[in-house]
């Protein structure tokens, strides 16, 4: 596609629910990486994959956030039994291997109520 | 390990008056260094990137920035600001780990320009 999508733009959840937050990268780009954004914040480091593998999940909270990209281009955000200090924007981003910039996407907007 | 301080989270500026945003990193080794802009509700979109080559950078918009090493400094200057700069930037540095880079974004400084 044209940039980087991310779906759904918003999603308002219950606390203790599941979630899942998707991301479409810029066709070809191989690598792919998840950033969180909080309110007044700079966003934060999640999750980078190359391909189909994660190979630097050093970002991700806890056990309740975990991703996946079977395939290698589409990528899923996955959080488990959501709390309300898990509502942020959370950034999809992707890029050539081994080229420095990303492209961003818009972001979902979660909020945990 | 790398970091980026933006030194003011706030600039208030007026309409046709210089922009300043001001940004240190810290990096063990020479680093590529970026400023990404934000508008409300929108992605980040990156205004311009230093990686090793000359040292004045210029961006979109009229942006540039300039890259101190001995400073450690790597400031956001436009000459003459508009109402459509008015937005959040993040000063970003490129930390190389296993064999990628990951961004590593400062706070962030919310610009404001009044008429």
């Known amino acids: 596609g044209a940039g980087v999508s991310q779906t759904p733009s918003n999603k308002v959840t219950e606390k203790g629910k599941y979630v899942e937050l998707r991301c479409d990268p810029i066709s070809g780009h191989t690598a792919l990486y998840w950033y969180r954004q909080s309110l007044g914040q700079g966003p934060e480091f999640l999750i980078y994959?190359?391909?189909?593998?994660?190979?630097?999940d050093s970002g991700l909270p806890n056990d309740r956030f975990f991703a996946v990209r079977p395939e290698g281009s589409v990528s899923t955000l996955k959080i488990q039994r959501t709390e309300r200090g898990d509502s942020a924007v959370y950034l999809c981003?992707?890029?050539?291997?081994?080229?420095?910039?990303?492209?961003f996407g818009q972001g979902t907007r979660l909020t945990v109520v | 390990a790398q970091s980026v301080t933006q030194l003011d989270s706030h600039v208030s500026v007026s309409e046709g008056t210089p922009v300043l945003l001001r940004c240190n990193y810290s990096s063990s080794y020479s680093p590529s260094l970026f400023w990404y802009v934000q508008h409300p509700n929108k992605g980040l979109q990156l205004l311009l990137k230093?990686?090793?080559?000359?040292?004045l950078v210029k961006g979109i918009n009229g942006f540039e920035a300039e890259f101190k090493k001995s400073e450690t400094s790597f400031h956001l200057t436009k000459p003459s600001a508009h109402m459509s700069d008015a937005a959040e930037y993040f000063c970003?540095?490129?930390?190389?780990?296993?064999?990628?880079?990951?961004?590593?974004f400062g706070a962030g400084t919310r610009l404001a320009v009044h008429p």
């Open positions: 994959f190359q391909g189909t593998g994660a190979a630097d």
């Open positions: 981003a992707s890029s050539l291997t081994g080229e420095a910039r990303a492209f």
């Open positions: 230093y990686t090793s080559a000359a040292t």
């Open positions: 970003v540095v490129s930390a190389i780990s296993g064999g990628y880079n990951k961004l590593i």
